[in-house]
DNA sequence: GTAATTGCAAATACTTTGCCACGTA
DNA sequence: TACGTGGCAAAGTATTTGCAATTAC
């Protein structure tokens, strides 16, 4: 795949060493391409089953700082996280009953307001989270 | 305070009892007027300081069900409560610094996109939630 | 060789539940 | 009186950190 090296090429390029529970983390965001929990990241299959929690969660967290990776919050109990792709946005449709996670495929309608937001509060690094909750129809029939 | 007394009918209405408890809960999150966390409300010197934590998240809880209070995710480890007041939506601005929240002012340009969704897949009890994060002045500064 | 990274284990933080006493309707 | 509610204490779940061993560069 080649989004995956270009992950691996820019997270070495960010000052992270290219090691296995790297690949293996970056490798199982891009498959599933949707946001993942950390306890999701670790059982899952493909590498990231050889790294122990706390290294998926420091790689993580490594990632997010270096804008690679976003943390989200849903509201579950347990954090969600997700590639960042540059120039690439998504909302979420999220099933209160079965946790289910979809993205949404229409433009986002919020960057008009966010620009607003920036010019008036003056905040730096501004962006945005938009998720829908409700009730999915295989879950309300 | 009429909002107050208000929040204790309906509650009354919708089935719970009128206790010490729920008075301090509904003032406290009146009176604030912003998400707070759990612990923030047991901590809250009016009333609630003499409430057990399991006892306000309990109430918390029977209030969601109710539909009188909605409990957000941010990105804290805490999740935040706020009070539901019906045809009011609220957006907030959320600095990932210092972790100040603050309500926007400007009409949230979601509903359509909503209206859209509901009708496209069917889910029932749709309602969103939109975060803006960001860095404030005095944290960037 | 050096500094970043890892695994394991333990510490935190927040949430949730059990059980019996208590208060409201 | 009856049943929802409250307090206390303990269990549960997720996150975060310390430290010595290991690995990438």
């Given at each position: 795949?080649?989004?995956?090296?270009?992950?691996?090429?820019?997270?070495?390029n960010?000052?992270?060493?290219?090691?296995k529970?790297?690949?293996?983390?970056?490798?199982?965001?891009?498959?599933?391409n949707?946001?993942?929990?950390?306890s999701?990241?670790?059982?899952?299959?493909?590498?990231?089953?050889?790294?122990?929690?706390a290294?998926?969660f420091?790689?993580l967290?490594?990632l997010?700082?270096?804008?690679?990776?976003?943390?989200?919050?849903?509201?579950?109990?347990?954090?969600?996280?997700?590639?960042?792709?540059?120039?690439v946005?998504?909302?979420?449709?999220?099933?209160?009953d079965?946790?289910?996670?979809?993205?949404?495929?229409?433009?986002?309608?919020?960057?008009?307001l966010?620009?607003?937001?920036?010019?008036?509060?003056?905040?730096?690094?501004?962006y945005?989270?938009?998720?829908?909750?409700?009730?999915?129809?295989s879950?309300a029939?």
């Amino acid at each position: 795949m080649s989004l995956h090296k270009d992950l691996l090429e820019k997270a070495k390029n960010s000052g992270l060493r290219r090691t296995k529970a790297l690949e293996a983390i970056l490798t199982c965001l891009a498959e599933h391409n949707r946001p993942m929990t950390l306890s999701e990241l670790t059982s899952c299959g493909h590498l990231a089953e050889q790294c122990d929690k706390a290294t998926v969660f420091r790689l993580l967290q490594r990632l997010s700082d270096k804008g690679m990776v976003r943390r989200l919050g849903f509201h579950e109990r347990a954090a969600y996280f997700t590639l960042l792709v540059p120039g690439v946005h998504r909302d979420y449709l999220i099933c209160t009953d079965c946790g289910s996670i979809e993205a949404i495929e229409a433009p986002c309608p919020v960057h008009k307001l966010e620009e607003e937001i920036r010019r008036e509060t003056g905040f730096v690094g501004l962006y945005h989270e938009l998720e829908f909750f409700g009730c999915c129809p295989s879950c309300a029939g």
